[in-house]
C-alpha cells in the first residue's frame, strides 16, 4: 500500500474522532427537559444548555477543522523516495 496516496494519515483520523466526539458531548449537554403548551420548564434557559454546550460544540468543530488542515508527517514519504 502506498501511503503517499493517503491525505490524512492515522493521526488525522484520531483527531477527527476526539473533535467529533466533543461535538457529541456539546449535544447532549444541550437536550432536557422541553416545554408544553400547559407546562413551562425554566431549564431550558439553564446557563448549561444556553451557554456551556454552544461552547464545546464550537470548540469541538474547530478541533476537527484542525484535524483535517493539518499536516501528516513527511517522513516516510521522504524515506521512499530515497530507495
Given at each position: 500500500m502506498d501511503k503517499r496516496k493517503f491525505a490524512f494519515d492515522k493521526?488525522?483520523?484520531?483527531?477527527?474522532?476526539?473533535?467529533?466526539l466533543v461535538v457529541?458531548?456539546?449535544?447532549?449537554?444541550?437536550?432536557?427537559?422541553?416545554s408544553t403548551p400547559t407546562n413551562f420548564e425554566p431549564?431550558?434557559?439553564s446557563v448549561r444548555?444556553?451557554?456551556v454546550?454552544?461552547?464545546?460544540?464550537?470548540?469541538g468543530f474547530v478541533f476537527m477543522i484542525y484535524a483535517v488542515l493539518r499536516k501528516p508527517k513527511s517522513s516516510?514519504?521522504?524515506?521512499?523516495?530515497?530507495?
Open positions: 493521526t488525522n483520523f484520531i483527531l477527527l474522532a476526539i473533535g467529533m457529541i458531548v456539546g449535544f447532549i449537554l444541550m437536550t432536557g427537559p422541553s431549564d431550558i434557559f444548555r444556553i451557554k454546550a454552544p461552547v464545546v460544540c464550537l470548540l516516510d514519504v521522504q524515506q521512499d523516495d530515497v530507495e
